[in-house]
């Protein structure tokens, strides 16, 4: 697959937000059972490469373009999916991308640019628990209180925004992170994942939830 039509664009962190708006904002724990945690940015860092059209998903099949991606985590996954032929549909890349521990190649690239701190929580006759939170935890609760205003206006999402909902939809994360929400809410949400999102986004999205079904997923919250 070539890129005739590529602009040039900052490289979406979609995967980066996904991980912070899987933090309870109170606590700093992580809401995400590790499994979902693993399959959404799995998702989302395929979701950054489809902002930027490095990558399509055609009848369930992941296809790749040859233009390098300046985000070396972006680039390392373009260059996984473009060199191994064996592998096809986007749910498997789902399933290998979690395979090579993309959670922790996630908080690698936010550790890097100072999005998180790596701190530990002493705990009672328990393991001490390893946290990963931003700086500021109301960070935690930022692309939620965005997503929601917009959507209460209500106002379309950005395309990155709206991709980003959708995968906290198909985790789960969205009952929490919308939780204040009228039915309105999220019936317009709804209407925006339906109307707005690009081919290869819903099949995203749609493909993710299917993972995450097969693998019988439940949310800690």
Not at 10 to 32: K, N, S, W, Y
Not at 79 to 94: E, F, N, P, T, Y
Not at 193 to 211: F, K
Request: glycine fraction near 6%.
């Amino acid at each position: 697959m070539t890129a005739p039509h590529y602009r040039k664009a900052p490289p979406g962190l979609l995967a980066d937000e996904f991980f912070l708006a899987g933090i309870d904002d109170m606590t700093g724990e992580q809401r995400l059972e590790p499994q979902a945690l693993a399959v959404g940015l799995a998702a989302a860092l395929i979701g950054e490469l489809l902002l930027t059209r490095h990558m399509v998903i055609e009848d369930g099949k992941l296809r790749v373009a040859d233009v390098a991606v300046p985000d070396a985590l972006q680039e390392r996954v373009r260059l996984w999916v473009r060199k191994d032929h064996s592998v096809v549909l986007a749910k498997d890349w789902l399933l290998v991308l979690v395979g090579r521990d993309i959670t922790t190649l996630v908080r690698h690239r936010m550790l890097a640019a100072g999005k998180v701190v790596r701190t530990t929580r002493k705990r009672l006759l328990r393991k001490p628990l390893e946290l990963y939170v931003p700086p500021s935890l109301s960070t935690a609760a930022a692309a939620g209180v965005r997503i929601a205003g917009t959507l209460n206006v209500p106002r379309a999402l950005s395309t990155s925004d709206l991709l980003l909902a959708g995968l906290l939809r198909a985790t789960g994360r969205d009952r929490e992170v919308l939780s204040h929400c009228g039915p309105e809410v999220h019936d317009e949400l709804d209407r925006q994942l339906r109307e707005n999102l690009c081919p290869s986004a819903v099949q995203l999205v749609d493909t993710t939830t299917e993972v995450l079904v097969t693998a019988a997923v439940t949310p800690l919250f």
